[in-house]
């Protein structure tokens, strides 16, 4: 299954984020779901996994993910301590797989009863 870009632009808010069994420690929205469905579940695991685990991304309060279709990586973009911008990760050559479009996302945190959490969103549900 795949989807049209267009298709992204309809998430825009989660009224109940879900969570991952094998990855505990962070949350994400509809629009990330529909990804998973989709065609892109390969995706959403490795950013999860390297949310999670990569010390590198992991540090940051608030990270960009930004997939490119045509080169093939993903880059994960952080904030230094002087408040720049600076590429804390990036995972390259991820062949075999496609995506349709350019896709941003985003890993920020969040609250909830438990305390705070980590949430994976879509730009568009920023």
Known sequence: MTFKPSE???FTGCEQPFRDGMFRGIIYTDGVKFLRENGCNWLVVDI?????LDPAVKGQEF?????NKDKKHISFIGVNDEGEEVEV?????YIG???PCDITLF?????QSSGP???????SEY
Not at 117 to 123: A, M, T
């Open 97 to 99: 797989f496609d995506v």
């Open 107 to 111: 890993i920020g945190e969040t609250y």
């Open 48 to 52: 999860l996994s390297t949310a999670v």
């Open 63 to 67: 990270v960009s993910v930004k997939v």
């Open 89 to 93: 990760k990036r995972m390259s050559d």
């Open 117 to 123: 959490v980590k949430i994976l969103l879509l730009g």
């Open 8 to 10: 992204l632009a309809h």
